[in-house]
């Protein structure tokens, strides 16, 4: 069986969804494949979530802030929205077979636990919509 591709979309892609990414594929490497990119990339991963992704063992060093425009052609399964910025200005995917919104507050510039906070609220409410939604 083929994995099914996720895109994690947010505005900047440093942080909430690189943290996405992240923990998709930890979760549900099995039966999904995550990507994410931003609407207006930073081009840079924020620190503080790479460090708490390295300590929950989840980090992989090929991931890093990419603009929109290099996944466009890729046909995803599913594209999500993780912050309200990129939900409204969400492209269309000409080959995206759903697109869902689940938002989360950005935790960039706030203290450490907040990212922990954010981390915890993506596995608790987001892994388990792709489950369902792909791991059939």
């Known amino acids: 069986m083929s994995k099914k591709k996720v895109l994690v979309l947010c505005t900047g892609n440093s942080c909430r969804s690189i943290m996405a990414e992240a923990m998709i594929n930890a979760k549900l490497g099995d039966c999904v ?10 081009g840079k991963v924020n620190p503080s979530a790479q460090a708490l992704l390295e300590r929950k ?32 200005t ?3 995917f000409p080959q995206a077979v759903k697109t869902i919104h689940v938002g989360f507050e950005d935790p960039s ?5 907040e ?7 993506i596995e608790k409410e987001l892994v388990p919509i792709i489950k369902q939604e792909l791991c059939k």
């Open 90 to 92: 969400c492209p269309m």
């Open 33 to 42: 494949e995550a990507q994410s990119s931003g609407v207006k990339a930073s």
């Open 57 to 88: 063992g989840v980090w992989r060093p090929e991931y890093h802030s990419k603009t929109i425009d290099t996944v466009l052609d890729t046909p995803f399964d599913l594209v999500i929205t993780v912050c309200d910025n990129a939900k409204e």
């Open 109 to 113: 510039g706030k203290a450490e636990e």
């Open 115 to 121: 990212y922990a906070k954010t981390y915890d609220l």
